[in-house]
């Protein structure tokens, strides 16, 4: 339900006559954009009410505030404003989750979704674009920022063993996310335990309860790597 005040607002200015339309002043904008700064946003933004009735005025002036004043509140949004690449935007610096009912248009297009994960890296748990997923060079520099970003990357990613061992150079908890075989595979844990010894806090206990692979990890680690620390 909008508010008593908000419809005032809603009732002057959805269905103007041609002479209050004359009248509509920069000043009766300002005046606009006051009102709404008083009511509850997070309501009115993601009310349907807004796709069909209001005047360009009107959800101009709640566009506006919306793109120079984003919050993550402002989350939930209407079908008009999930289809507006401004405001998602602006909008995605403050929280990712608005683009969880965003535009498939916008969610599956690569330059769009490049611009919004170069805002806020968590984006890129609601693309589909496989492209990006699978995009190496992208990968890396996220999971510089969040091991669970590697999560979302594709199997054939998560099961390439130089690609892994890249991003575990980066960022050891990237681990976790592997493949399965990856995870079982005694020779690349050690190898890369030998590489990269934060390696060492990701791994299954299990590895380490086995005296023999202990044995031969410190061998390795002797013949290959300095002290590891």
């Known amino acids: ?3 008593s005040l908000f419809n005032s607002v809603y009732n002057a200015f959805s269905y103007p006559s041609p002479i209050i339309q004359s009248q509509i002043t920069k000043i009766q904008v300002r005046e606009i954009e006051k009102i709404f700064s008083h009511l509850n946003l997070e309501s009115i933004i993601a009310c349907s009410q807004v796709d069909k009735s209001w005047n360009q005025l009107t959800f ?4 506006k505030l919306i793109i120079e004043k984003p919050q993550k509140r402002y989350k ?6 999930n289809d507006d690449r401004e405001v998602l935007l602006a909008m995605v610096e403050k929280t990712a989750c608005v683009l969880l009912n965003a535009s498939k248009r916008f969610t599956n297009d690569k330059d769009f979704m490049l611009e919004a994960i ?8 609601f693309t589909d674009s496989l492209e990006i997923k699978n995009n190496k060079e992208l990968i890396l520099y996220l999971i510089d920022k969040s ?16 690609f ?8 050891a908890s990237i681990f976790q996310y592997a493949s399965k075989e990856i995870q ?30 202990y044995e ?10 300095p002290i590891l620390v």
């Open 147 to 162: 091991s669970d970003c590697f999560k979302y990357a594709t199997e054939s990613l998560k099961g390439d063993r130089g």
């Open 118 to 125: 170069q805002k806020n890296h968590k984006a890129i748990a």
């Open 76 to 81: 939930a949004l209407n079908s008009r404003l």
């Open 1 to 3: 339900m909008l508010s």
């Open 60 to 63: 101009d002036s709640l566009r």
């Open 184 to 213: 079982n595979d005694k020779q690349f844990i050690m190898e890369n335990m030998v590489k990269s010894p934060r390696l060492c806090l990701n791994v299954p206990m299990s590895f380490f309860k086995d005296c023999a692979s």
């Open 164 to 171: 892994v061992s890249d991003a575990i150079r980066i960022n």
């Open 216 to 225: 031969e990890f410190v061998t390795l680690k002797e013949n290959q790597s």
